[in-house]
C-alpha cells in the first residue's frame, strides 16, 4: 500500500492479479476511501489466478545440466537444488551462515523477512571449503590493501564498528571485481551478480539438450519434489523450503513418486 499526501491509501495492484480483480479492487477503493460508503458485494466473486504446476527436472536431467557447469555457478547451482534455496538466498549467503560439521546452512532475512535452517549438502561441502580458501586469501588481499569492508543488514555497521571486516560476514559469493566511490574514497565486493548465474544455467540447459524450460528456480522445485519422493513428510518440507502456507508446498505432490526413503538432501544421492 502506498499513501499521497492528502493521507489517502492507494492499493497496489498486483500485476499478476486478473483484470475482474483489478477492477474490483478499484471500486472498493472509490467507495470507502472516496465516497465513504459501503458498496455491497453480495454474489461478487473474486476471480481465481491460474495456477501451474513448477517445472521439475528428474534427477538424471539434474545431473546432465551441473555436468555442464563450473566454477561459481556451479556452487550456487548445487545449494539451489542441494538445499533448495532461491537464487538471491544463495548469493547472499555468508561464511557464517555454512555449518559445515552439522550440515546446516542458515538463510538469513528470506522471503517475507524470515530467518530458516536448511540442508547443507555433503557432496558439496569439500568444494565450498576450496571455494572459500579461495575467497578468504581474496579478502586478505583486500585488507592488505586498506579495503575489505562489506555492506551489512540493517543496524549492524552502527551497532558492530569492525564487523563489516570480519571474514564471518563476507559474502560467500563475492564479485571478482571491487566497487569503486571516488568521492567517498571507497571500495568494496557485492555479491555475485544473479544474471551470471541466469545465464550460465540458461546455457548449460541448452548443451544438456534439455526441452523443459528449466532456469534456476527450477532446482528448487526439484528439491521439494525429489524429497517427496524419496517419502520424506510435506511438514519438514515446508520447513525447509520457507514456506509460511502448507498448499504452497502440497503443490509438489501433484509431480511427485513417493519411494521410501530417510531426510538425506537429494544432492547427496547423485
Known amino acids: ?21 483489478q477492477a474490483l479492487s478499484a471500486l472498493l477503493f472509490l467507495y470507502r476511501e472516496l465516497l465513504e460508503r459501503d458498496l455491497d458485494l453480495e454474489g461478487v466473486i473474486r476471480a481465481r489466478t491460474r495456477r501451474r504446476l513448477p517445472v521439475v527436472l528428474s534427477e538424471a536431467e539434474v545431473r546432465a545440466v551441473r555436468q555442464e557447469l563450473e566454477g561459481d555457478p556451479a556452487l550456487v547451482v548445487g545449494l539451489l537444488y542441494g538445499s533448495g534455496l532461491r537464487l538471491m538466498e544463495a548469493l547472499r549467503l555468508r561464511v557464517q551462515d555454512l555449518d559445515f560439521e552439522r550440515k546446516e ?13 536448511t540442508l547443507l549438502p555433503a ?5 565450498l571449503d576450496r571455494h572459500l ?22 543496524a549492524l ?18 564479485q571478482r571485481n571491487r566497487w569503486k566511490d571516488s568521492a567517498a574514497g571507497k571500495e568494496g565486493r557485492h555479491h555475485l551478480d544473479p544474471s551470471l548465474v541466469q545465464k550460465a544455467v540458461k546455457q548449460a540447459v541448452g548443451r544438456a539438450g534439455l526441452t523443459k524450460p528449466a532456469g534456476c528456480h527450477t532446482f528448487r522445485h526439484s528439491f521439494a519434489t ?9 511438514r519438514t518440507i515446508q520447513e525447509l523450503m520457507g514456506h509460511s502456507d ?4 502440497m503443490i509438489y505432490t501433484h509431480v511427485l513418486k513417493r519411494g521410501p526413503m ?9
Open 157 to 174: 555497521a552502527r551497532k558492530y564498528r569492525h564487523a563489516d571486516r570480519q571474514w564471518g560476514w563476507q559474502w560467500v559469493f563475492p
Open 246 to 249: 502448507l498448499n504452497t508446498t
Open 123 to 127: 557432496s558439496q561441502c569439500e568444494a
Open 226 to 234: 525429489h524429497l517427496l519422493e524419496r517419502g520424506q513428510d510435506i
Open 262 to 270: 530417510g531426510v538425506i538432501s537429494p544432492a547427496d544421492q547423485l
Open 1 to 21: 500500500m502506498g499513501k499521497d499526501p492528502r493521507g489517502w491509501t492507494w492499493p497496489h495492484l498486483n500485476p499478476h492479479q486478473a483484470p475482474q480483480n
Open 133 to 154: 580458501q579461495n575467497v578468504r586469501r581474496l579478502h586478505q588481499q583486500d585488507l592488505a590493501a586498506g579495503w575489505g569492508a562489506v555492506m551489512l543488514p540493517h
Open 105 to 117: 546452512l542458515t538463510v538469513r532475512d528470506g522471503k517475507g523477512g524470515k530467518d530458516r535452517l
